[in-house]
């Protein structure tokens, strides 16, 4: 080829010429020649006539007869064959056309066709050249079409990409959108919609060191001593004081929860107003929400492995418990039924996680399940529906204990998860280095699995909509949709937030980014 747009005549008969080299190496018993064509033919014939048996004809023989006495052409290097006879039609023209099959084919001397007579159909005004020529170029022809199908390299292949190239550029200047098809050669960045509607870059010292939780239509912020919102415009709307050093944050509906790891301080908050402030009479190691404004934590309880306390709105402390045997890992609790759910973890042989459900009025636990060979690392209520997340599964509890899904990921490493008021999870995994990305329904059936181009270092979930990075490239769009909007961080991604359907926080060292798509 000349270049990846046009072919010529020498390219062309390359193709030919490749495809007759494919059809030798395919079929091995196909003549190489025309001669060896016509060998072929002609023992094949020998074999047809030798079965039937049937008496020549006369005519033929007497002409048999006749083309031997003629005398052999100067011009012929081989020994000349014997005419072959077709009963014509028009008997009147049968004589001319011999002597033109004369002067232009050789044939076998032994060869009886009779049997042909019959058998020519619509052939029957073609010369014997034609239809050989005819019979090779069919074969020939399924040879080519079959090689242009099959191959993928050399000139095929070259030709295949270029016409698919040509395709894809006309029906890209075509002005009717129902017409145009995808470029096979288009790369996976071009398939994203790159247009970005706002950013808004909100400098904040100290970003990498602070939690951020969606709040509203904006975030939360909490860092030593200070606490923040930042709406999806970027605007500061208030900021207080908060005597919390390490801040635990969390936020459901209308309540914000800030305690203090490591210490004892626990403080709920609806916006920038105070509700309660309260200590706990152990270490805070973690916390949990409610939508209620139900507080639960995972305390250091002396002499114990661990134990719980539950507060509500009020700051009353409704609920105690500790444990003596098992290491207390995290819990929640339920908004609908103030079921308390806690994940013990026993590793004295092999790691083995319980995870039990009490309920805030009694002292003792009511359910237990085993998850053996499992960590439980987060609980999370959603409704009467405790999810418990671990290294390597997955698994849905009722509120009355019973398993009503479980995800086995033994055979690949889960490394992020994800998952939104309704239920709905979005898990990371590294399959052998090939990073996957999948979503569960609430009731733990996979909806979608995406396999993407790099490791993320950061999900995140919000009903209808995903968010993700690989590297700083960030991938936000709809859970079911197949064009993703794509932006590209200026800086190295220290956490990424969804915190409406058009609206995302990219927080960096010491800024962060609201953009809108």
Request: hydrophobic letters at 35%; a negative charge.
């Amino acid at each position: 080829m000349k270049n990846d747009d046009e072919i010529n005549e020498s390219s062309i008969s390359d193709l030919i010429h490749y495809a007759e080299d494919e059809k030798r190496n395919t079929f091995d018993d196909e003549p190489e020649t025309d001669d060896e064509f016509d060998d072929e033919i002609t023992e094949k014939d020998d074999e047809t006539v030798s079965d039937k048996e049937e008496p020549v004809s006369e005519e033929v023989s007497e002409e048999t007869k006749k083309n031997e006495e003629e005398p052999i052409s100067e011009e012929t290097e081989e020994e000349p064959e014997d005419e072959l006879t077709l009963e014509e039609a028009d008997e009147e023209n049968s004589s001319e056309e011999e002597k033109t099959l004369s002067n232009n084919v050789n044939y076998d001397d032994d060869i009886d066709y009779s049997d042909y007579e019959t058998d020519v159909g619509f052939f029957d005004d073609l010369k014997i050249g034609d239809h050989k020529g005819i019979i090779i170029g069919v074969i020939i022809g399924i040879i080519v079409v079959i090689a242009f199908i099959m191959i993928d390299t050399g000139i095929i292949g070259n030709y295949k990409n270029n016409f698919s190239n040509n395709i894809s550029k006309v029906f890209k200047t075509s002005k009717t959108d129902k017409n145009q098809l995808p470029d096979p050669t288009q790369k996976p960045d071009e398939q994203y919609n790159t247009e970005i509607k706002s950013n808004e870059i909100v400098s904040f010292e100290g970003a990498n060191e602070t939690e951020f939780v969606p709040y509203k239509n904006g975030v939360v912020c909490a860092k030593m001593n200070h606490m923040s919102y930042i709406d999806g415009t970027g605007t500061v709307v208030w900021e207080i004081d908060t005597a919390i050093v390490d801040p635990i944050l969390k936020v459901d509906g209308n309540y914000i929860l800030i305690a203090e790891k490591g210490r004892n301080k626990i403080c709920l908050y609806i916006d920038n107003k105070l509700q309660y402030d309260v200590d706990d009479p152990d270490t805070v190691m973690s916390a949990e929400l409610s939508s209620n404004g139900d507080v639960v934590v995972v305390t250091d309880k002396s002499s114990y492995r661990g134990g719980i306390s539950v507060y509500n709105k009020s700051g009353e402390q409704i609920f105690s418990w500790a444990s003596g045997s098992d290491a207390v890992i995290c819990a929640d609790i339920s908004a609908a039924s103030r079921s308390v759910a806690v994940a013990l973890l026993n590793s004295d042989v092999t790691a083995k996680t319980t995870v039990q459900l009490f309920n805030v009025n009694e002292t003792e636990s009511y359910a237990k399940i085993e998850m053996p060979d499992t960590v439980v690392y987060e609980l999370q209520f959603v409704g009467d529906k405790v999810n418990a997340f671990g290294d390597n599964r997955v698994t849905g509890i009722s509120s009355s204990g019973k398993i009503v899904y479980d995800n086995d990921f033994s055979n690949v490493q889960l490394t992020h998860s994800a998952i939104d008021s309704n239920g709905n999870k979005l898990l990371a995994f590294d399959d052998g280095n090939i990073p996957m990305l999948n979503l569960y329904s609430k009731n733990g059936f996979l909806k979608n699995s995406t396999t993407l181009i790099g490791v993320t270092d950061f999900i995140d979930i919000n009903k209808k909509y995903i968010l993700y990075n690989i590297g700083r490239d960030i991938y936000f769009g709809k859970t079911n949709s197949k064009v993703m909007s794509k932006y590209t961080a200026a800086m190295d991604i220290k956490n990424l937030i969804i915190v409406s359907d058009t609206t995302f926080v990219v927080i960096y060292s010491n800024s962060l980014e609201v953009v809108t798509v």
